[in-house]
């Protein structure tokens, strides 16, 4: 694709459709995964954070790096393991030797790129887990008394294997908060696998080509803040977030005030890639399963019962239509 036209960097119109060649881009590295890789979308369009569950070999790290180069963004991936440091994510002050005797200077860490893969997260101990929560918050890393800005666009997606427990340290509630996703990474079907090995044994893989930069992304995300929404489809979104706070004998504690924010910003992304000026119910119903299912806690009931937690998102969702 060609450079973007910069008279069309603040035309809806125009920049859904760099945005929608780039999803396509994305998907000729990726076999199948299409849910995936469209709420990993929805997620670059707002600045949200990503966790994406899965079982190992399922491209999670393929993703990443696709995306990268598709909108040609710096990349960096972090193997997290219980002898990390903080200091290994972050970075740190070296002594460094000069003329006029010794001086600290700072040392960046691999957090200090736009796109950072955080793999396997949760065996990490809880003191390195926190080491990112500053940066992705507030998109900044403090060492000592200095604060060091991280360069935009910024984004973290983390994975997680959803069975292995041995070695692992469950994510707090308040980091959980920060992702705006949850991604549920599934196996592919037959066909799907078929063309994984396909593409991964013997056939050379096809090329990605870069289709949008930074800045491009960062003029699009501008676009997807300013799509209205109506007052009835606030009303329901709210009313939805609000719903996981009603008595419920399969919650034990509902969404927090982050995850109303969450879905607004997601709902006007899917507006967006699909070339509307409006956010609908339906952006809002679509959305709620994966900036919900890792903001609610379910109870013992839940828990013992096999209760997921999209299939209490399912009920709140039939409850509201009726």
């Not at 997620?43 to 180069?69: F, H, Q």
């Not at 193997?79 to 040392?107: A, C, H, Y």
């Not at 427990?165 to 037959?190: C, H, I, W």
């Amino acid at each position: 694709m060609s450079a973007l036209d910069p008279n069309g960097l603040r035309d809806p119109a125009y920049m859904a459709q760099c945005v929608a060649a780039c999803e396509r881009e994305i998907q000729k590295g990726i076999i199948g995964q299409r849910a995936v890789i469209r709420q990993v979308m929805l997620a670059m369009l707002t600045g949200g954070n990503v966790l994406l569950e899965g079982m190992p070999g399922l491209g999670k790290t393929r993703l990443v790096s696709t995306i990268s180069k598709v909108f040609d963004l710096s990349f960096k991936r972090i193997q997290f393991t219980p002898d990390l440091m903080p200091s290994d994510v972050t970075g740190t002050n070296i002594i460094v030797k000069n003329e006029q005797g010794s001086s600290f200077s700072f040392e960046r860490g691999p957090i200090f790129a736009n796109l950072i893969l955080a793999d396997e997260i949760n065996r990490a101990t809880p003191k390195t887990q926190s080491a990112l929560l500053e940066a992705m918050q507030e998109h900044t890393v403090t060492v000592g008394n200095d604060s060091h800005r991280l360069e935009e666009p910024f984004l973290v997606l983390a994975t997680q294997n959803p069975i292995e427990n041995e070695g692992t340290y469950p994510l707090p509630e308040a980091q959980l908060d920060r992702f705006m996703f949850k991604v549920l990474v599934g196996f592919p079907s037959k066909e799907e696998l078929r063309g994984i090995v396909t593409l991964t044994e013997g056939l050379q893989a096809p090329p990605i080509e870069k289709q949008m930069d930074g800045n491009g992304l960062l003029a699009a995300r501008a676009l997807v803040a300013q799509i209205p929404i109506a007052d009835a489809v606030m009303e329901y979104l709210l009313d939805l977030v609000m719903a996981t706070h009603a008595p419920n004998p399969h919650i034990k504690e509902g969404a927090s005030p982050r995850a109303a924010q969450a879905l607004i910003r997601a709902s006007r992304a899917k507006a967006f890639l699909e070339g509307r000026l409006n956010v609908s119910f339906q952006d809002v119903e679509e959305c709620a399963y994966p900036v919900l299912r890792h903001r609610i806690i379910p109870s013992f009931d839940a828990i013992s019962d096999g209760v997921s937690e999209d299939a209490i998102i399912r009920a709140i969702l039939q409850a509201k239509r009726a």
